[in-house]
T-cell receptor, first 113, second 112 residues
Framework: DQQVKQNSPSLSVQEGRISILNCDYT??????FLWYKKYPAEGPTFLIS?????DKNEDGRFTVFLNKSAKHLSLHIVPSQPGDSAVYFC????????????FGTGTRLTIIP | DVKVTQSSRYLVKRTGEKVFLECVQD?????MFWYRQDPGLGLRLIYF???????EKGDIPEGYSVSREKKERFSLILESASTNQTSMYLC???????????FGQGTRLTVV
C-alpha cells in the first residue's frame, strides 16, 4: 500500500523555466512533509519541508505547496538550473508518532540546457 | 554540519554470508533509520531506532536485524545474504518532531 505517491517517474524542463513536481498521499494522519533531492551514488539531501498548519513554504528558488483537502503537495523550482537535475523524493511523517518518514517512489528531473 | 557516515560505499558479498552495514552519526540524534532504495520503489524503511537498545520494524524487516548499543551507531545485519537483497542501503538520523532526517552517502551492496 503506497501511502505516498509520485505518479510521474520523470520530468524534463528547459533551463530557466519552472519545474513542478507533484506528490499525493493517502494517510490523513500525515502532518509534516519534506522534499529530498538525490544524485546518483549519493544519499538524499534535504531541500524543504512544510507543516500541515501551513499551505506554502518558500526557500530561495524552492517553494512547496500543500493542499490538505486534496492530500496533494507540490514542489516548484524557479528558475530551473542544470544542477537541479536529480531524483526528487517527497516524504511524509506523523509527528506525534515514531518519527519514521514514508517516501514516495521519486521523480527524475532533467533540466535541458 | 550533521554528518552521517556509512562504513562502506560499495560491498560485494556471497549468498549466505552474514553482512554488517555500519552507520555513525555525530549530532547526538535520538532517531536512526535504515532504508533501502530500489528502482521504481523509492526508499523503503527496514528498521528504525528511537533510543539506545530500542528498535522497531519498518515496512520490510524480513531478512534483516539491527543493533544499537551506542547512541551514535546503528548497525544493519543481513543474517544470510540473498540476491534479492542487492540494493542501495541508506542510513539516516533525526532529532525529533518537525525536523528533517539527514542521510549518509549510501552503501551499494551486491550479493552474488
Amino acid at each position: 500500500d503506497q501511502q505516498v505517491k509520485q505518479n510521474s517517474p520523470s520530468l524534463s524542463v528547459q533551463e530557466g523555466r519552472i519545474s513542478i513536481l507533484n506528490c499525493d498521499y493517502t494517510n490523513s494522519m500525515f502532518d509534516y512533509f519534506l522534499w529530498y533531492k538525490k544524485y546518483p551514488a549519493e544519499g538524499p539531501t534535504f531541500l524543504i519541508s512544510i507543516s500541515s498548519i501551513k499551505d506554502k513554504n518558500e526557500d530561495g528558488r524552492f517553494t512547496v505547496f500543500l493542499n490538505k483537502s486534496a492530500k496533494h503537495l507540490s514542489l516548484h523550482i524557479v528558475p530551473s538550473q542544470p544542477g537541479d537535475s536529480a531524483v526528487y523524493f517527497c516524504a511524509a511523517r506523523v509527528n506525534f508518532g515514531n518519527e519514521k518518514l514514508t517516501f514516495g517512489t521519486g521523480t527524475r528531473l532533467t533540466i535541458i540546457p | 554540519d550533521v554528518k552521517v557516515t556509512q562504513s562502506s560505499r560499495y560491498l560485494v558479498k556471497r549468498t549466505g554470508e552474514k553482512v554488517f552495514l555500519e552507520c555513525v552519526q555525530d549530532m547526538d540524534h535520538e532517531n536512526m533509520f535504515w532504508y533501502r532504495q530500489d528502482p521504481g520503489l523509492g526508499l523503503r524503511l527496514i528498521y528504525f531506532s528511537y533510543d539506545v537498545k530500542m528498535k522497531e520494524k519498518g515496512d520490510i524487516p524480513e531478512g534483516y536485524s539491527v543493533s544499537r548499543e551506542k547512541k551514535e551507531r546503528f548497525s544493519l545485519i543481513l543474517e544470510s545474504a540473498s540476491t534479492n537483497q542487492t540494493s542501495m542501503y541508506l542510513c539516516a538520523s533525526s532529532l525529533g518532531v518537525n525536523t528533517e532526517a539527514f542521510f549518509g552517502q549510501g552503501t551499494r551492496l551486491t550479493v552474488v
